[in-house]
Each structure stands twice: as structure tokens, then as C-alpha cells.
């Protein structure tokens, strides 16, 4: 039962949502895009220009010949001809400036231990990482894989990865042995990164010996890097393993960038689709920090000295995007938190942002909403008198979250900015500016430059109110440049659900006042404390357990992580149904799937709703679930 306090902030909170949330008349007059609506209409005219503009914002060692290329689409490319490197952007320009001696990297563990790197040490790790993986042969278009905590030592190896122009693909230390193996193999890595363990919760989470298992099913790996972070025994295979400390060790501070071609890959980010192999999607090094600068410059108004803390996971496009790359391209200083919100105390998260004096929190619902659940005293015991700019992302943000966020955290002087985006948009895309009215939960409108709408089966605008797919109409920068290894599913999945434009598989819809509203996603994507996770991973995943013969996965709501997994399963004849059955079988997916994939419940059946094709009818299983009404059932078996 919440507490008698909880339950009266959540009725003062809970107001309709039209109202609108006007800017002050100092958040205008001080924010880097004072006119919203102009910025706007400007972009709109002629986005082309607006974003060689922001590409201006790049170093470029040769600049681009052509601005966009839609010949071979829907394989688009963006500043044709220009040679540039992703890390250079991040890190080498600003060594030489005023920027070096800036704090680049704070880092700080459950346990309070605190590291801390200007950009010019940092600058100096990275080379020495450079310097010794292009020592071990690592080149140009090799795969490196990633499957570390969220420690300096991540941002330091997909730096020196893209430095080299070799693609970092980095897997969340949160998924299993089995998924670490699949992403390897897809992306076939040469060598992969890890940690002794990291710590949650407390506990030590042992990562060396996942690795260990996953490398047992590829054959591409050849080297194991291992960062020493929690001093936890692991085995160390001699002919496989180094320290990565070993591994740097007496390496000089200096190295090349490699120059890119704007429309080289500079890393593949696996996420999940329909089916229950991941998708690799694939990020370039000229158009990705293009969108990825600009946005967080406009969207979270950076002035140049900005502390940024995105609370999310590097092994994440949000952490990708927003945590290394976005805050390093933009100069500015970036937190690393390894641990929980909550440790010791629910005041850790308020705590963190008042030692460094955060300026921007960037963070996902289900945080918000847990941490809710605490009550609002523990915000309320600190004034948090750094903050300016508050962000939401991951999945929508209901009006109560919104509310309170503004309210306790913000409170009510800090805009919040519920960005709307995907791995495969790269950048924010449908999100206010902090000079924009706001309206507690709605993403608002697309970011300048973006042509977002929302559409029927046929392409055709719903009216106002009425929900549609969500799509884009237009390209930008940061997009998606095809599947790793899978072009002919980039084009099904993306480019040819609705004709001529880029399918996001989420629904919406629009407000009078032109606002989005995200409803969530069309196909069978979980969305599971903001992590994605596909229906189709997790039944393939209960199918392998011996006594499971077919699996139906649905998500149903959930008031902290918004969504969690229900599954129905038909056992095989031997198979007797018990209790004792059930826990197996979950600890079987936790094992296959790793902690993300969050279980509340099994149920036996005899039979699952089917279509003549024989396609599991999710959609029914879920009404009945939720009593809602079945809709269509035509094609019901
Ligand atoms: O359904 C949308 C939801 O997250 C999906 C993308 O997930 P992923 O690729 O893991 O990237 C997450 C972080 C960018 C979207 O298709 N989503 C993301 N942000 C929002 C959201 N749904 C509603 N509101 C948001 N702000």
C-alpha cells in the first residue's frame, strides 16, 4: 500500500493533459533556440540546408562534395565525399583548446568509489588503446565487441574503436551467454572487451565468466580484453585473456585518427525486431554526430560547460548517443554512474546530481516511476540547484510521471524534455526545445528538420486524434544505413510497410496543436523497463527448454517498468504441469535471455490462438488477458 503522503502528491499531480506548460520568459530569453516556432518553419523550408549548417559544427579533414544522395535509396547518403572519424570529433579536436583541461569523463560506483578524466587524459588512455589494438592487428572495418559495465574504460574502448575506423558493437552486460554468442557471431568480432564483474545492487555481477561461455560457441574471437574493475577472481586463460592495463601498458600517448569516409560504418548496435534474430543496426561516421551534436546542443541547450548525466547504458543507443559520443562531441562533461538509483538509499540519483552539480538529467520513466514509489521526500531533500534541463526517453511517459518528475525533481523550473527516438533514428527525433509549451506526456513535435506524420496502412494522414503508424517522411543524418550483413531486412522492416517512407513500428497520434502523442509499438516489441526486447526472442527462447513445445509471449502493463512478460505455453505430452515446472522454465529464459527479460508470469494452455498461416494471434491472447475487446478476428483459426 503506498503511503498516505505518496497518495496525496499523486492526486495533486494528476491533472488533465492538455494543459499547457509555457516556458518562462528566462528559459527564452537564456535558451540556444529562443524562437521555437521560427526555428521551425525555417528548418522545414529547407532541411538540407539546416543540417549542412549543424555539420558545420564538425571537423571535417576533407569537407563533403554532395549534401544527400538519394540514388540507390533507400541506402541514402549524407555529405558525400567528406572524410572525417567519429572519435577525432569526440575527443582529438578538442585537444589544443581551452576544452582539454575540462573534466570529460565522472565516474562514480555504487560503492562511492570516483574517477575522473579531463579531455586531455582522456585523449591520452584512448591513443594508448589505439596504439595497442592496431598492435594486435585490429584495422579498419574489423568488428570489436563490447560487453562491459557502464566504466570509463567502455567509453575508452569504443573511442579507440572508432579511431581506428573499426565498428564497436556493444552488447549490454545485462543479456545472457547465449545472446553475447549470437551478436558476436552475426557481427563476426575479432576481439571483445569486458570486465572482471561490476557491481549492482551491492552484489557483484560476474561478466568474465558470460563472456567465457558465449566465446565458447564463436570462432572469430581471438582476444579478450579484461578491465579490472571489482578485483573479483575470474579464470584467465592465458592464451586467449589480457588485463586491459597489460594490454596499454607503455604504449605511446599519440595516434592517428583514420579517415573515414563519411559514409563509413563506424558501429553496429544489435536490437530487437519481429523475428528472434536481432537486427545490427548500422551508424556512420559523418552523419551520425551531424544529428547526434545537434541535438543534444538544441534539445538540452548546452552553453559549453554543461554537466550532462543520461542515466541510461552505454550498451544502449541512449548511452551510445547521449552518455559518450553526444556530451564528448559537444565538449562538455559526462557522468558514468555504475550501479543503482537507489543504493544505499532511494536519494543516491538526487544525491549524485547535487555532488556534481548536474545540469542536465536525461533518464527513462520506469526510473521516474520507481522512484515515485519512494515518495517525493527524497527529491525534496535536495534542492538540486544545478539542474536546468530535465529529459525522458525510452518509452511514453505518463502524465503522472511527467508531473511529478517536474514538479519534485525540476521543481517546476526545469522544462521536460520527453525525447521520442529509436536505435535506428540515432538521434532524438520527435522531442521539444526548452523554449517550446509543453504538454506532460507528449514527445511534442519532430525536431527541426524532421518530417514526422502519422498514417494508415495505406499512407494515408488520420485525422487529428485518431491513432496510425508513426513514421518519417524525410531522411537525416543520424538514420540507420542498413541491417549489418541483412540489406534486403533493412528495406522490408523500414521501407516497405508504408510506401516511401521509414516504418518506426510505433503508433500515435497527433493533437489539434499538431502534438505526438506515442502509444506504443505496433509489432511484437517488448518494452521492458524501457529495454527492448522482442516476443519473438523470448518464445524461441521458453521453446528451448525440452519440456516447452510452443510458446505465446505477450507484454502486459506494468506500473513501475511498464511493461513485463506474460507467457502461455503448451507443453509437450510427457511434460506434467506443476509449479515447480514453471520456476524452471523462467529460470531457464532468465539464463538464455539475461536479467532484461522480466517474467511475471506462466500459464499452462492447451491451445494458442492461431492464424490459418499458423501465426500466433498475440493480439488475442493479450484482450483476453486485459479484458479488452477481441477486434478483428477474422483470420482466427
Ligand atoms: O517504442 C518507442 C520507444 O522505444 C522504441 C525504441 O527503442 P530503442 O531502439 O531501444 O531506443 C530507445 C531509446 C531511444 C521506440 O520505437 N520510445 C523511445 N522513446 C520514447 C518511446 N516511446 C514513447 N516516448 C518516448 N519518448
Known amino acids: 500500500m503506498p503511503k498516505k503522503q505518496d497518495k496525496r502528491e499523486l492526486t495533486e499531480v494528476f491533472q488533465s493533459s492538455d494543459k499547457i506548460y509555457a516556458p518562462s520568459k528566462k528559459i527564452i530569453k537564456e535558451a540556444n533556440v529562443p524562437d521555437y516556432e521560427k526555428t521551425l518553419k525555417n528548418a522545414a523550408k529547407n532541411p538540407l540546408k539546416f543540417w549542412e549548417e549543424a555539420a558545420m559544427d564538425l571537423t571535417w579533414f576533407k569537407p563533403w562534395e554532395k549534401t544527400f544522395d538519394d540514388k540507390k535509396k533507400p541506402f541514402y547518403k549524407w555529405f558525400v565525399g567528406g572524410k572525417c572519424n567519429l572519435a577525432y570529433n569526440a575527443l582529438d579536436r578538442h585537444v589544443g583548446t581551452e576544452i582539454e583541461n575540462k573534466l570529460a569523463i565522472i565516474f562514480e560506483d555504487e560503492n562511492g568509489t570516483e574517477k575522473k578524466y579531463t579531455y586531455k587524459e582522456l585523449y591520452f588512455e584512448v591513443n594508448k588503446l589505439v596504439n595497442a589494438l592496431r598492435g594486435y592487428g585490429v584495422k579498419k ?5 563490447i560487453y562491459m559495465p557502464n566504466i570509463p ?52 555481477i560476474d561478466l568474465k565468466s558470460i563472456v567465457d561461455e558465449a566465446i565458447k560457441q564463436t570462432k572469430t574471437i581471438k582476444r579478450v580484453i579484461v578491465v579490472k574493475n571489482n578485483k573479483q577472481p575470474i579464470k584467465f586463460n592465458k592464451k586467449l585473456d589480457v588485463w586491459f592495463d597489460d594490454f596499454i601498458k607503455g604504449q605511446p600517448t599519440e595516434a592517428k585518427a583514420a579517415k573515414m569516409d563519411a559514409e563509413d560504418p563506424a558501429f553496429v548496435l544489435y536490437t530487437s525486431g519481429t523475428t528472434s534474430k536481432p537486427k545490427g543496426i548500422v551508424h556512420v561516421h559523418g552523419g551520425y554526430p551531424v544529428g547526434v551534436l545537434r541535438t543534444i546542443k538544441w534539445v538540452f541547450d548546452l552553453k559549453g560547460d554543461e554537466v550532462f548525466w543520461c542515466t541510461a547504458d552505454p550498451g544502449w543507443i541512449t548511452g551510445h548517443s547521449y ?16 550501479g543503482m538509483p537507489d543504493m544505499p538509499e532511494p536519494d543516491r540519483i538526487w544525491k549524485v546530481v547535487e555532488k556534481y552539480n548536474v545540469n542536465v538529467l536525461y533518464t527513462a520513466p ?178 528451448s527448454h525440452p519440456a516447452v513445445v510452443e510458446a505465446g509471449v505477450i507484454g ?57 498461416s499458423g501465426k500466433i494471434m498475440r493480439r488475442v491472447l493479450k484482450a483476453k488477458e486485459l479484458g479488452l475487446p477481441l477486434g478483428d478476428t477474422s483470420s482466427l483459426v
Open 323 to 338: 552518455i559518450i559520443y553526444g556530451p564528448l562531441l559537444a565538449g562538455i562533461t559526462t557522468v558514468q554512474y555504475e
Open 153 to 204: 574504460e567502455i567509453s575508452m574502448a569504443m573511442l579507440a574503436c572508432a579511431k581506428i575506423g573499426a565498428m564497436h558493437s556493444v552488447v549490454y552486460a545485462g543479456f545472457s551467454s547465449q545472446a553475447l554468442a549470437d551478436r558476436i557471431n552475426d557481427a563476426r568480432a575479432k576481439v571483445i572487451f569486458t570486465a572482471d564483474g561490476s557491481f549492482r545492487r551491492g552484489k557483484v
Open 556 to 612: 502486459v502493463p506494468d506500473p513501475v517498468k511498464g511493461e513485463v512478460i506474460k507467457a502461455f505455453l503448451i507443453l509437450n505430452a510427457k511434460a506434467v504441469a506443476s509449479d515447480e515446472l514453471k520456476i524452471e522454465i523462467i529460470k531457464h529464459v532468465r539464463h538464455n535471455l539475461g536479467p532484461v527479460a522480466v517474467i511475471k508470469e506462466v500459464e499452462f494452455v492447451d491451445k494458442l490462438p492461431k492464424t490459418r
Open 141 to 145: 572495418g574489423d568488428r570489436v565487441a
Open 366 to 543: 520506469t526510473l521516474i516511476r520507481a522512484m515515485m514509489k519512494y515518495g517525493a521526500k527524497w527529491p525534496q531533500m535536495h534542492a538540486m540547484p544545478s539542474l536546468r534541463i530535465l529529459g525522458s526517453v525510452g518509452e511514453p511517459i505518463n502524465p503522472e510521471a511527467w508531473k511529478w518528475y517536474h514538479k519534485y525533481v525540476g521543481k517546476g523550473k526545469c522544462p521536460v524534455m520527453d525525447t521520442w527516438w529509436q536505435t535506428e533514428t540515432g538521434m532524438n527525433m520527435i522531442t521539444p526545445l526548452p523554449s517550446a509549451p509543453l504538454k506532460a506526456g507528449s514527445a511534442c513535435k519532430p525536431f527541426p528538420g524532421i518530417i514526422a506524420d502519422v498514417v494508415d496502412k495505406k499512407g494515408k494522414k488520420v485525422p487529428v486524434g485518431k491513432g496510425g503508424f508513426l513514421v518519417i517522411r524525410n531522411q537525416w543524418p543520424s538514420m540507420i544505413r542498413t541491417i549489418f550483413n541483412n540489406p534486403e531486412r533493412y528495406i522490408k522492416t523500414y521501407w516497405s510497410e508504408v510506401k516511401g517512407v521509414f516504418f518506426t513500428g510505433d503508433v500515435a497520434f497527433k493533437d489539434k496543436d499538431g502534438y505526438f502523442w506515442i502509444q506504443g509499438r505496433t509489432d511484437d516489441v517488448l518494452k521492458v523497463a524501457g529495454h527492448r526486447i522482442g516476443t519473438a526472442e523470448v518464445e524461441s527462447s521458453f521453446v
